[in-house]
C-alpha cells in the first residue's frame, strides 16, 4: 500500500468529496421507500436510481483504502435468522465501508432460543435505534411484519421462498455493467423455481427493466400458478408475464442470460425429485447445453452453489461466469440502498 494512499482524504470519490459525487449521481433519483421489502413495488427508474448510486459505490470499493464514511451515525442491524455466508458479510462490509455502526444477531445466539417471540425482538432492537434492521428469516412474510413494529427501515435479506429483492438488484446491475440495456433480452432462470426467492424477486426486477424471463426446471418445481393465463382473475398481477419451458435444451437456446438456482432442499417436501442424479442428468447447466445460448451469453448463480448439480464446475470458473463479480456488486448495492435509505430517513426527520 503507498503512504499516498493514505493522504488521500476518506470521503472522497475519484478526487471528488463522495457527497459531491454522488449529489451528481443522484441529481434524478426517484427513491419513495421506507423499507426494502420486495421489487414488486420498484419501478424501472427506481431501480435505475439504484444502479446509478451502485456504480459510484463500486468506485469507493475499488479503491485501495475503501472507506467513505458518509453514514456516520447510522445504525444497521443485521438479523438473521437462516444461514447466510455472502448476504450477510456484504451487509455488514456495505455499512462499515460508509461508516455506520453495524451489529450483527443470529438468531441461534439470541433471546429467540429462549422463546422471544419474532416482534418482540424486533421491538427489542428498534428501541436501540436501530436505523435500519437488514431480516433474513425462513417465513415468507416475516420482513413485512417486522416493518410494522419498529420505526426502523427494514431491509428484505431472503424470506422463506418469497423474495431477495437486493440479490435482484446486485443482478441487474451485474448485468447492466456487462449488456448495457436489459430490455429485450433472454433471461433463463434454470433450477428450484418454486422455492427460490432469488427467482420471484428477479421475476420483478427482470421484468420492470424489459427484459424476457423464461423460467426452466422439472415440473414439480415450477408451480402452475406462474403463468398469467393459469392464475385466478385476483392473481392475475400477482407475479409479472414470464414464460416457462420444462425442457432446458430449448429453454436456454439463444439466451443472453443463463442463471442456476440451487435445489433449496431446505424448503422442500420428499418426493420432488426421483434423486439427485437424475436433475444434474436432465437439467444442469454445463458447457454443451451453453453452446446453445448466445455466444457472449451470461452465466450467473446467486451463490451457495453446488458444483455437479446444478451447475458445472467447468462453466461456473468460465469467462462467461460473474458468480464473483455479482458478490462484490452486492456490495456496492447495498451500499447504494443504506444511503438512499439514510438520506429519505434525514429528509423526513
Ligand atoms: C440465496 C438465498 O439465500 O436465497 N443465496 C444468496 O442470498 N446469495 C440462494 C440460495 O440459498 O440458494
Not at 418482540?120 to 416475516?142: E, F, P, Y
Not at 402452475?224 to 425442457?247: C, K, M, Q, W, Y
Not at 439466451?255 to 435445489?263: E, G, Q, T
Amino acid at each position: 500500500m503507498a503512504i499516498s494512499d493514505f493522504e488521500r482524504p476518506l470521503d472522497s470519490v475519484a478526487g471528488q468529496s463522495v457527497e459531491g459525487a454522488l449529489g451528481a449521481a443522484s441529481q434524478d433519483v426517484v427513491w419513495n421507500h421506507d423499507h426494502v421489502l420486495d421489487l414488486d413495488d420498484f419501478s424501472y427508474e427506481e431501480i435505475e436510481s439504484v444502479i446509478t448510486l451502485a456504480g459510484k459505490m463500486r468506485e469507493v470499493l475499488d479503491r485501495r483504502i475503501a472507506r467513505a464514511p458518509i453514514l456516520r451515525g447510522f445504525t444497521m442491524i443485521n438479523l438473521f435468522f437462516e444461514p447466510s455466508t455472502r448476504t450477510r458479510a456484504s451487509f455488514e462490509l456495505a455499512g462499515k465501508v460508509l461508516g455506520a455502526d453495524v451489529i450483527s444477531v443470529s438468531a441461534n445466539t439470541s433471546s429467540v432460543v429462549k422463546g422471544e417471540s419474532l416482534i418482540d425482538t424486533v421491538k427489542t432492537l428498534s428501541a436501540m435505534t436501530a436505523d435500519a434492521i437488514v431480516m433474513r428469516h425462513g417465513m415468507s412474510g416475516a420482513p413485512y411484519l417486522a416493518s410494522k413494529y419498529t420505526r426502523a427501515s427494514v431491509i428484505n435479506a431472503g424470506d422463506g421462498s418469497h423474495a431477495h429483492p437486493t440479490q435482484a438488484l446486485l443482478d441487474i446491475y451485474t448485468l447492466k455493467q456487462r449488456l448495457g440495456d436489459l430490455k429485450d433480452k433472454k433471461i433463463v432462470m434454470v433450477g428450484d423455481i418454486s422455492h427460490s426467492r432469488v427467482a420471484r424477486s428477479g421475476m420483478w426486477g427482470f421484468s420492470a427493466m424489459g427484459a424476457n424471463v423464461v423460467l426452466c426446471g422439472p415440473p414439480t418445481l415450477l408451480p402452475s400458478g406462474f403463468l398469467v393465463n393459469e392464475r385466478p382473475e385476483h392473481a392475475r398481477s400477482a407475479l409479472p408475464d414470464v414464460d416457462i419451458e420444462t425442457n432446458i435444451d430449448v429453454a436456454i437456446k439463444d439466451a443472453d442470460v443463463v442463471m442456476a438456482l440451487r435445489l433449496q432442499k431446505e424448503r422442500q417436501q420428499g418426493g420432488l425429485l426421483p434423486s439427485l442424479h437424475e436433475y444434474s442428468r436432465l437439467y444442469q447447466v454445463t458447457s454443451e447445453r451453453l453452446s446453445k445460448a448466445k455466444s457472449n451469453h451470461i452465466l450467473m448463480h446467486p451463490g451457495p452453489k453446488n458444483e455437479g448439480i446444478e451447475i458445472g464446475g467447468d462453466v461456473a470458473s468460465g469467462s462467461n461466469s460473474t458468480i464473483e463479480e455479482q458478490v462484490t456488486n452486492g456490495v456496492a448495492v447495498r451500499m447504494a440502498l443504506l444511503y438512499l435509505i439514510a438520506q429519505k430517513n434525514q429528509r423526513e426527520n
